[in-house]
């Protein structure tokens, strides 16, 4: 009995270790949560404004003829995914929702050959086990996301879609939409069309939207040099911006479903904490009385011998 006590203490204490631990871990994420929300809730209207901004342009110009704008003929043969994870684990099912529906979507486009730009070791990982080829990884960015990180994967996408390798650009991110709840998300990131307004942040961006009077949203413009120039100058900084906020989108929703990982954790380890409590007692209680059995058996052999 005493060997089984002490085999419970040393649980006990090893779930209570744990538990200081989930529970760190869920502070942290806590924290860096309201950081990563605020920063993707901040430049919401930012990435909406800029794409307002290309559809004021087609008011005044053939931006058909623009090659981000102009889509290919027929299916896309060749596919572009440009995939947002994070780098750690310990977030739920963030990695592996993001992943499934990423490759789902690209699965539906029918593209005979699929590359990927991956953000985030995990979703590369899943890339490389699917069996895809990925074109670059980036890691280290989706924790504390900044403009300058992202630039390149904009490019990239930009670059590779100009150059004919990729008949479609695909974006897939988690969307944030409460620390409760985060969806996952693929947009056609590229030709840029009306599918853009499904952009991260689209959404509420449109609600406010909804609230400006027609009356005082100008009518007329006037482009300088030419709306050309404006469109070759502004569709590349319009990509980079939807792709730095499906970063911002994806790192708020990775932070709130650690923390909502760690919370469930440090509740399962109180439980079994509960539960070992008792489990102890019975057996310490079991103990006692088996103590007291064999002293009353020996004084009653004593008291028969005499």
Not at 47 to 52: L, R, V
Not at 60 to 74: F, N, Q, T
Not at 108 to 132: D, P
Not at 273 to 294: H, P, S, V, W
């Amino acid at each position: 009995m005493a060997v089984q006590t002490r085999s419970i203490k040393r649980r006990l204490k090893s779930v209570r270790n744990t538990r200081k631990i989930t529970k760190a871990m869920e502070l942290v994420a806590a924290s860096k949560m309201r950081k990563a929300v605020s920063s993707a809730l901040g430049s919401r209207p930012y990435a909406k404004i800029a794409w307002e901004t290309v559809r004021s342009v087609a008011q005044v110009a053939d931006v058909s003829l623009h090659p981000l704008l102009k889509p290919r003929e027929g299916k896309p043969a060749k596919a572009l995914l440009v995939l947002i994870t994070s780098d750690r684990g310990l977030a739920g099912g963030f990695n592996a929702n993001a992943v499934k529906h990423a490759l789902a979507e690209v699965r539906k486009t029918g593209a005979s050959s699929v590359s990927a730009v991956c953000v985030g070791r995990r979703g590369a990982e899943a890339v490389k086990r699917a069996g895809y080829p990925v074109l670059a990884s980036f890691v280290d960015i989706t924790n504390k996301p900044s403009f300058a990180d992202i630039l390149p994967i904009g490019r990239m996408a930009v670059e590779e879609y100009l150059a004919g390798r990729c008949d479609t650009v695909l974006l897939a991110y988690t969307d944030f939409v409460s620390a409760l709840t985060q969806r996952p998300a693929v947009l056609e990131l590229l030709p840029l069309d009306d599918e853009a307004r499904k952009a991260p942040g689209g959404k509420a961006a449109a609600e406010a939207e909804a609230f400006t009077p027609e009356a005082s949203r100008p009518s007329d413009f006037t482009f300088e040099p030419s709306p050309q120039a404006v469109l070759d100058a502004l569709l590349p900084r319009i990509v980079e911006a939807m792709t730095y906020q499906a970063v911002l989108e994806s790192a708020a929703s990775e932070h709130s479903a650690r923390m909502l990982a760690m919370r469930s954790a440090s509740d399962a380890a109180s439980e079994m904490i509960d539960d070992l409590n008792f489990t102890f007692n019975q057996a310490r209680q079991a103990g006692i009385t088996q103590e007291i059995a064999e002293i009353s058996s020996g004084k009653a052999a004593l008291e028969s011998s005499q």
